[in-house]
């Protein structure tokens, strides 16, 4: 009678519960490609869930295995994409190459750059019309 044997590389009585957390990191995010950017690179990270960028109130909400990683290499990970994460500072050869939106006031900037040149554009069509 022939015998069948069975042998797994698991656990047969149940799985150990991994922990998860979730952290709220402040970043110096500017704009929806900032949000990209950052997400995009986090995504890169071991040990991540879930990553989502609120560009509007500068907060990376981040899901975790606490036994992959931590708050500070999910920090240092911010920084070095080029942004602020809390208190770590951004990486300075890595924020030199963000976008000049994504630059700290970089979107305060460009709207000013574009409301001075609509300025100029109108002044410039009525002096034509003089």
């Known amino acids: 009678m022939p015998v069948l044997l069975l042998f797994s590389a698991g656990q047969v009585f149940g799985q150990v519960r991994r922990e998860a957390l979730t952290i709220r990191i402040k970043t110096s995010a500017e704009c929806q490609i900032c949000k990209k950017r950052i997400e995009d690179y986090l995504k890169r990270e071991p040990g991540l869930i879930y990553v989502n960028l609120d560009y509007h109130n500068k907060i990376a909400t981040v899901r975790y295995y606490t036994d992959v990683t931590n708050p500070d ?15 770590v500072a951004a990486e300075p050869d890595s924020y030199r190459l963000l976008p000049s ?30």
């Open 101 to 130: 939106c994504c630059k700290k006031g970089g979107m305060a900037a460009l709207k000013a750059a574009q409301i001075a040149a609509r300025k100029a554009a109108d002044q410039a069509a009525r002096e034509k019309r003089h």
């Open 73 to 87: 290499n999910i920090r240092t990970a911010i920084a070095n994409a080029g942004y602020d994460a809390d208190t």
